[in-house]
């Protein structure tokens, strides 16, 4: 009898911290409405994969998307732009009216990955396909450029694509298909990045994530500090960095696609800790404001239908709420690849497979801002 007492009581404590781990995982649904009709294009442009989504201070928003080569006349004769492959940089005002076509036909556009707009309301792309970083001033001219555009180097295999944008082994492998590079490589000696972000003093920091994995760090003004990361699944190591962003105290976050995991840095390289509960974090945005909110999307790959979801975080790692899954409809998402969170409960959502940008307006519980 006392024996089977004991065994029940083993039970019963069995099953409270069963109920209470799932109490834990438990993540709160946060209501939210998408804007139709967000983006009005002119009749002959079209918008194509919507790989990166950025607004400025005064509310403009600038997409940069993979979409057919746009054409020019000459003579009398129409004839794809030279130098432009399959990116195009367009702003839109705060009501999503199109105002301008940035950098049409240059030379380092040719598949994109992410725009970002820095404090000072620079425009940023990363060109995953041009391996460069290029920064144009709020006029819309080129300011800086970092990393080379290889023109002589064949990619094994034709272009990356998302949801496959790794390309197979020998893509994977860098362009030449040798090892995959770490932290020994230096400068902008980039291989497909994906993304970039800054700290208050304005230094640069690149996810270099495709053929090499590491986070290169550089000053204002472009010059290399240095980096680090290699392939692997230990602290500290990379399997596609997919996205990258900084709070207030100069942390670095980086989505670590491939592992399933955001890595968390201080601004000179020191791994602090990382969050696993969040899935496959595709796009990640940190809130500005005093009380700062880290976004990520759990995109897991076009093909997966069972997911889908951006998580709400704060900067510990507490998952505030979640929202969406994957889908065509208004709020559904086909592949989130960037996210804008200028304002807590606004953001913008560039989507691959659905070709389109998504202006969510989120209604969280009263308290749980």
């Keep these: 009898m006392k024996r089977a007492l004991q065994l029940g009581l083993i039970v019963a404590a069995l099953v409270a911290a069963v109920r209470v781990t799932y109490a834990q995982l438990a993540v709160p649904e946060i209501p939210y409405d998408s804007v139709p009709n967000l983006l009005k294009l ?3 442009i079209y918008l194509g994969e919507a790989v ?19 054409t020019v006349t000459v003579g009398t004769e129409r004839t794809f732009a030279r130098g432009n492959g399959a990116a195009r940089l ?61 023109e002589a180097i064949r990619v094994p295999g034709g272009p990356a694509r998302e949801g496959g944008e790794g390309g197979g082994p020998a893509q994977a492998a860098g362009r030449a298909g040798g090892p995959l590079p770490g932290a020994g490589v230096r400068g902008d000696n980039f291989n497909r990045p994906t993304d970039v972000a800054w700290d208050a003093a304005g230094n640069i920091f690149v996810a270099d994530g495709y053929g090499n994995a590491r986070v290169a760090k550089f000053d204002k003004n472009g010059k290399f500090l240095a980096s680090w990361g290699s392939q692997g699944t230990a602290p500290g190591q990379f399997n596609t960095l997919h996205s990258i962003a900084t709070d207030a105290q100069g942390n ?113 519980a009263q308290g749980t801002n």
């Design 42 to 44: 002119p009749d002959d």
């Design 52 to 70: 990166g989504v950025a607004t400025n201070s005064k509310g403009n928003i600038f997409v940069y998307t993979r979409t057919g080569s746009p």
């Design 90 to 150: 367009f702003e839109f005002d705060p009501t999503g009216k199109f105002i301008r076509e940035i950098g049409q036909g240059l030379y380092g556009f040719l598949f994109a990955h992410t725009v970002r707009v820095d404090p000072d309301d620079n425009i940023w792309v990363v060109d995953e396909g041009a391996s460069m970083v290029i920064k144009f001033n709020p006029e819309g001219r080129v300011v800086m450029t970092m990393g080379r555009k290889p």
């Design 252 to 364: 670095v976050y980086v989505g670590d696609r491939g592992n399933k995991r955001i890595q968390v840095f201080d601004g000179n390289g020191t791994f602090k800790t990382q969050y696993l509960n969040v899935g496959a974090p595709w796009a990640l945005c940190i809130t500005p404001g005093p009380r700062q909110y880290l976004y990520s999307s759990n995109s897991n790959g076009t093909a997966n239908m069972d997911n889908g979801e951006i998580y709400k975080m704060e900067l510990d790692g507490r998952i505030v709420g979640r929202f969406g899954r994957a889908g065509k409809l208004m709020k559904e998402f086909g592949s989130v690849h960037e996210i804008d969170c200028r304002k807590d409960n606004e953001i913008l959502v560039g989507e691959i497979t659905n070709w389109r940008v998504q202006k969510l307006l989120l209604r969280p």
